[in-house]
């Protein structure tokens, strides 16, 4: 069954057309699709692109290049193609450009006094070791400190915040096993001493739910790994992304905990006779902010009905609670989770690591202040870069972090659309040298979508590996992908979507790079969250533009306790990573290496007209998905203030694709003669989307609107990025 249709972060009212709701989660697409339906305070981005392609149109809006012996050196001998060093704004914000090191301690890191031990909080003496010996697991984090002598020593509902990469699902998952397990044991003493008297047919008793498939595999793994000590409980997964048949087949054997992404659980509570609930007594619902972005709102619903309704006598399993207990995690917390938390829980407690509940004491913060904190080890900076070197300035970052075998073991960027990420994941995959010939990586769907980066690659680091990953990819894709990026000794770099924020725990994260910055300051923090975990150190860099981006600069020091962030010009980098050769008997300056990689991209995009269309749609897509920043922060990323043509070059695109102005998605170099076919073509790919204009346009009253716009919502699926179902 398909994924429920989902609405993101907002129930429709019956006049719900009238208001402007904020949309956060899901795809970019069904982000734009959404605001643009409710009405015309929305920025039209097809009619921005239009305006601006005409514009391109009547010349150069770079104006001249520099000295005729400039162009020379640099190959731009017609003045035509734009430079990288003139014409770019002027850059307001960069005062503090000195690097500082951090010396602060680790925030998220196992407690060391050494006071606190897994026994001393309650947990069995067999768990403690086998997290010791197995897991390498020595002390609790100051999360799991808080959270599990609590949970074992009553059935409270809790919710449980704390930074990321903190054990939180160590946190809940140690009290819940460590129940059923005394449970299990408690009858083996009434009964026969040497048999465990549950069983995985003796019912299912906690139910995970989580997101993403692969946060619901990665929890899945760390509680396979924690039963390694009580075999006798079985645990297992119903998330989708294989046949129905073979799920059920699973639940028909028996499992007492199970992991599960909503859809598919509803999917199972509704057709699946033998999947009994009624022995239930936990919930998790981890990463609760996303849930509820992603619209699963009515499918938890659904899942707290059904467990209400089959919540069985808890006379046939002695010592099972009779009260079932449900625990809410997540980093952040937005108002969505307390609506959550108003549908799922009863009287619950607030969970967090005592530092941040001191901190939280000492700075009070509005309703409208999201609560977030990032790890305080991870150093974090921006760089303010011109649209036009931002391609250049991504490839010497790279080229430098890499520079080295071990300096950085493992990288990921962020993008904002898939398009970006299959464009970028080509420019550093081509084979240098072979300008001609297209080297479009063909993935085969159940293998990793990787390949050799000669681009990055040095003598000095001759292995760098490139994956890429988005929520459109199979099911298996995506699965090989994370495995074998994980699993890589050598140096790998991960181009992403948002699919990739949440929960995901890949294992020597060094360096966390947002080439295009989060949709929201929540999903920063998730982003940058993938490293500085469990203690370790790790590094964050967010691509700025100048202008009202750096605007944004408050809002990243807001996440950190001391406020350190630092900021660096693209120049700057530049100037190191394309300095030539002490050596060097030639007049080549940095600019003119930095120009000649970018002429180079250039030249490889005009020879390969796949490749080129590739950037077309990438750049097309990277607009529209620019104008979907949550409103808060729509000032300061506002695509009214893109310099289109400049942000051209950073697809190394030498103009604005003129034939795209309201195509877009999937154009693949048709020209768009007429005023609205783009538009018209876009709306006949995506039915809902033109449900939505209809019902924008057509409905002669409100309620008959809200209705028809319900209809078309319901039509599209938020979740699908993330391919839940
Ligand atoms: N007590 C501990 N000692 C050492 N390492 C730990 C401990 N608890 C958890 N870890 C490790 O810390 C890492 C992060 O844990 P986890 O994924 O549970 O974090 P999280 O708080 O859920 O993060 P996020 O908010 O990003 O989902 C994992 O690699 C886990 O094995």
Same mark, same amino acid.
């Given at each position: 069954m398909a994924e429920e249709p989902l609405l993101m972060n907002f129930s429709l009212g019956n006049d719900a057309i009238l208001v402007q709701p904020k949309f956060k989660g899901g795809r970019w697409r069904e982000r734009r699709g959404l605001r643009k339906a409710t009405g015309p305070t929305g920025v039209n981005t097809d009619s921005i692109l239009e305006r601006h392609s005409k514009r391109q149109k009547t010349g150069n809006s770079d104006g001249p290049t520099r000295s005729i012996d400039y162009q020379r050196r640099t190959g731009l001998r017609h003045g035509v193609i734009s430079s990288l060093f003139s014409y770019n704004p002027k850059i307001q914000s960069v005062t503090d450009r000195a690097e500082q090191e951090s010396t602060t301690l680790p925030s998220n890191a196992p407690l060391v006094d050494g006071i606190d031990t897994f026994t001393s909080l309650g947990l069995s003496p067999i768990i403690a070791s086998h997290l010791l010996t197995k897991l390498d697991i020595k002390a609790p984090t100051a999360i799991q400190k808080t959270t599990i002598s609590r949970l074992l020593s009553g059935d409270t509902d809790a919710l449980i915040q704390a930074e990321t990469g903190s054990g939180k699902t160590l946190a809940y998952l140690l009290p819940i096993v460590q129940r059923i397990v005394q449970i299990s044991e408690q009858k083996s003493k009434n009964g026969n001493d040497t048999n465990y008297q549950i069983h995985r047919d003796s019912g299912l008793f906690a139910i995970i739910l989580a997101p993403t498939r692969e946060l619901s595999k990665q929890i899945s793994v760390v509680l396979d790994s924690l039963l390694g000590c009580a075999r006798w409980i079985v645990s297992g997964t119903v998330i989708g992304g294989e046949k129905r048949k073979s799920e059920k087949a699973r639940l028909r054997k028996g499992l007492n905990i199970l992991v599960a992404t909503p859809g598919r659980l509803v999917d199972h509570l509704e057709h699946t006779e033998v999947l009994d609930v009624s022995n239930v007594r936990w919930l998790v619902l981890d990463e609760g902010d996303r849930l509820m972005e992603l619209g699963f709102e009515d499918d938890i619903k659904k899942i707290l009905d059904k467990l209400e309704q089959k919540k069985g006598k808890s006379g046939a399993i002695s010592d099972l609670p009779s009260k079932r207990t449900t625990i809410l995690c997540s980093a952040t917390m937005k108002t969505n989770v307390h609506k959550l938390g108003e549908i799922s829980l009863k009287d619950a407690i607030h969970i967090q690591a005592e530092a941040d509940a001191q901190q939280l004491l000492q700075e009070p913060t509005t309703s409208t202040d999201p609560i977030f904190s990032a790890p305080a080890q991870l150093q974090q900076s921006y760089i303010v870069a011109p649209a036009k070197q931002r391609l250049v300035t991504l490839y010497a970052i790279l080229k430098r972090s890499f520079s080295h075998k071990g300096s950085v073991m493992k990288a990921m960027i962020f993008f904002t659309c898939a398009d970006s990420v299959n464009f970028h994941y080509e420019v550093f995959a081509r084979k240098v040298g072979q300008q001609?010939?297209?080297?479009?990586?063909?993935?085969?769907?159940? +293998?990793?979508?990787?390949?050799?980066?000669?681009? +990055? %690659? %040095?003598?000095?680091?001759?292995?760098?590996?490139?994956? !890429?990953?988005?929520?459109?990819?199979?099911?298996?894709?995506?699965?090989?992908?994370?495995? =074998? &990026?994980?699993?890589?000794?050598?140096? %790998?770099?991960?181009?992403?979507?948002?699919? =990739?924020? @949440?929960?995901?725990?890949?294992?020597?994260?060094?360096?966390?790079?947002?080439?295009?910055? =989060? &949709? %929201?300051?929540?999903?920063?923090?998730?982003?940058?969250? @993938?490293?500085?975990? =469990?203690? @370790?150190?790790? @590094?964050?860099?967010? &691509?700025?533009?100048?202008?009202?981006?750096?605007?944004?600069?408050?809002? +990243?020091?807001?996440? &950190?306790?001391? !406020?350190?962030v630092n900021g660096s010009l693209s120049e700057d980098i530049l100037r190191k990573a394309f300095a030539p050769a002490i050596a060097s008997q030639t007049r080549e300056t940095w600019e003119d290496n930095a120009t000649g990689w970018q002429l180079e991209i250039e030249r490889w995009l005009q020879s390969d007209s796949k490749i080129a269309d590739l950037a077309r749609k990438a750049y097309v897509s990277h607009v529209r998905a620019y104008s979907t920043h949550v409103v808060p922060e729509r000032h300061i990323f506002n695509v009214k203030e893109l310099h289109l043509g400049h942000l051209a070059k950073a697809f190394a695109l030498r103009d604005q694709p003129s034939n795209m102005g309201r195509g877009g998605k999937g154009d693949e170099g048709k020209q768009d003669t007429g005023k609205h076919k783009g538009r018209n073509r876009d709306r006949s790919r995506n039915p809902a989307a033109s449900d939505i204009d209809n019902a924008r346009n057509s409905a002669p009253d409100p309620k008959e609107a809200a209705r028809q716009m319900r209809k078309a919502l319901n039509a599209m699926n938020p979740a699908s990025e993330f391919n839940i179902a």
């Open positions: 001609n010939t297209s080297q479009l990586s063909d993935s085969t769907p159940e +293998l990793p979508t990787q390949c050799h980066s000669s681009v +990055l %690659s %040095s003598v000095n680091n001759p292995d760098i590996m490139l994956y !890429k990953l988005y929520g459109n990819l199979t099911q298996q894709m995506r699965t090989a992908t994370l495995k =074998a &990026f994980s699993r890589n000794p050598n140096p %790998s770099i991960l181009l992403c979507t948002d699919v =990739a924020s @949440r929960g995901l725990d890949l294992p020597s994260m060094d360096l966390v790079i947002e080439y295009d910055p =989060a &949709f %929201s300051a929540e999903e920063h923090l998730h982003r940058i969250g @993938r490293t500085a975990r =469990a203690g @370790r150190d790790g @590094r964050a860099i967010v &691509f700025l533009l100048p202008g009202p981006e750096e605007l944004y600069i408050p809002t +990243l020091k807001h996440g &950190f306790k001391d !406020k350190r």
